[in-house]
């Protein structure tokens, strides 16, 4: 309403309001000396009215103090004071009536403004909230603009209840329907419902709404409409990562019984706790950087360095490669290669010998003609060791270097004993490497 737009801004300029109590009391005394034949104060009640309810509680006391001055003047002349007893009860009782007036009008202004700070704080709630209220009473029905926000629709065409429904997914439609069947009085509603909505502008979003009955006799019913899309798809997310979480565990149970397995065959029983300890440490640590990463992988200059820290080898480790990230299988597979690669330069190869050092590199190699696809070399290379010969029989760490790692990434790997110390590289093809949704640009 205008009213209600314009009063706000006169309250917030004391100085007009004055100056429309002044105008005010100013007209209630020219139409009273104009037409005398009116009761004595009926324009100034007027005026006190008016005042209090443009300017507020200051304009309505300065017309209540103009028009007390002038009462006295307008009094018939029997009752005109200061020798008539009864005028000056009059005049009292003016001022008293005036200043009752006033009262209630500022009741009613506080009263509004708490009304209207109550107003704010909900329509502020509704939309953190990103909800919106409604209203139905009988056929006719009322939709709040924050409605209109949640829906997409065009608060200056209201639309009609098959206009709605139109909008409702088909499959939700069936038990949204009923709304008719409970507007001509044949059923029941149910007090929440979750629906699809597809708005204007194509998106379809999933809207919750509580209902309540005001009147039941009238089919009068009030409710609030949300928008909990984002819960959901943050329930479909939990429900796919939960299904995703006990596949991996079902997996990396079936590695850790490869690894105790493969251990209790190679290692002295006195170190076997000692090396089943150690191997399950270094695997925990791949887990480690996956759970920061909701399993979509890590870099790999990530996984290098999470590996080695333990050993406090970096400083003699050379790390050559772009940070590229790598699926979650490679994150797990690759760290236990790098896990024995160092356990083994520690005892016996370069990493073990005061001038030794290893050098650690990686990058992708561009699709080349004949259809190869691209690939990803990685690269553990010692020198300044001792001589190293190979050993013929083989352990848990020799079959992770040359069999599981090239296995479960699809490639091939190679280990070759220099004089200086080992040399390991793997060669998988760059989708069974990097996660499903990352693109590099290949040089």
Known sequence: MWIERRLPRLRRHRALGLAAAAVLVAGAIAARAALPELPP???????????????????????????????????????????????????????????????????????????????????????????????????????????????????????????????VHPDDLPRMSRLRAYL????????????????????????????????????????????????????????????????RAKNQYAVIAAVLRETAKSAQPEKLVEELEARLRAMARSQDLLVNTRWEGATIDAVVRTQLEPFGVGARCEILGAPIMISSTAVQYIGMALYELATNSIKYGALGAPNGKATISWSLVPAGAHGKASEFQFEWREEGGPNVHEVVSSGFGRKVLEQLVSFALDGHSTLIFHPSGISWALFAPANSVLPRQATYAID
Request: charged share 20%.
């Open 184 to 247: 001509a009085g044949e059923a029941e509603m149910a007090p929440v419902d979750e629906f699809r909505f597809t708005r204007p502008d194509g998106r379809t979003v999933w809207l919750q709404t509580y209902r309540a009955v005001v009147d039941k006799a009238t089919r009068h019913m009030t409710g609030v409409t949300q928008d909990i899309t984002a819960r959901k798809e943050n329930e479909t997310r939990i429900a796919l990562l939960l299904r995703e979480v006990s596949h």
């Open 41 to 167: 104060f009926l324009t100034f009640f007027s005026a006190v009215l008016l005042s209090a309810f443009v300017g507020g509680r200051a304009a309505g006391l300065l017309a209540l103090v103009a028009t007390g001055l002038a009462a006295p003047f307008f009094l018939q002349p029997q009752f005109a004071l200061p020798g008539s007893g009864w005028g000056l009860v009059q005049v009292a009782g003016y001022l008293a009536t005036s200043g009752l007036i006033i009262f209630i009008v500022d009741l009613l202004d506080n009263a509004i403004g708490r009304l209207r700070a109550e107003r704010e704080r909900l329509s502020l709630a509704l939309r953190a909230a990103n909800a919106g209220t409604w209203e139905w009473i009988g056929q006719e029905v009322r939709w709040d603009r924050t409605f209109y926000d949640v829906t997409g629709l065009d608060p200056d065409t209201p639309p009609s209840i098959d206009d709605y429904l139109a909008r």
